[in-house]
């Protein structure tokens, strides 16, 4: 089996040079990390508001990670997919929604009896396996788990603070 495992969906490209896309690619790593921070500190810094993992903070995290690169960024897909080197077929792109609020259900229902890392392991494998997007569902896995684990644990990991987009300017 390959190692090199990565979805395909048919959609227009809105970038071509492999350069500009490499860099759009980092700009918006940035952006998401920042974005999940920002999630992360608005639970932590306030105790008394009760996290609840909703469908639009993934469609938020989707959004950041692909802005500028797919005509979707920040929507599921909405035709079929496939993932290079893995026998999993998805589910049907009309059931995707219903999915993910599953998966935001699981996640809330269980969030005072479960561990840190049951929870942040099960979003990154759910949303896997839903593959809600046409592109960046890895990135967005990693993004939405890092994001359960931190205020689960009621903390920011690694400390630091946003990474700062001047970075890869021209």
Known sequence: MSGDRHSVAAAPLIITDPEEIARKEAENGIRQFNSAVEIIRSFVRDPERPFKLRSSMILQLHHAALEGLHPLAGTYR???????????????????AEEVEHLCNYVND???????LHLAAYVLWKLNWIHPFSDGNGRTARMVSNVVLNVKLDSLLPQGS???LTHFSH
């Open 162 to 164: 946003e990474v700062r």
């Open 78 to 96: 909405n035709t079929a997919v496939t993932i290079g080197g893995s026998g999993h077929t998805p589910p049907h792109s009309a059931f995707v």
């Open 110 to 116: 269980n969030w005072s009896k479960s561990s840190a």
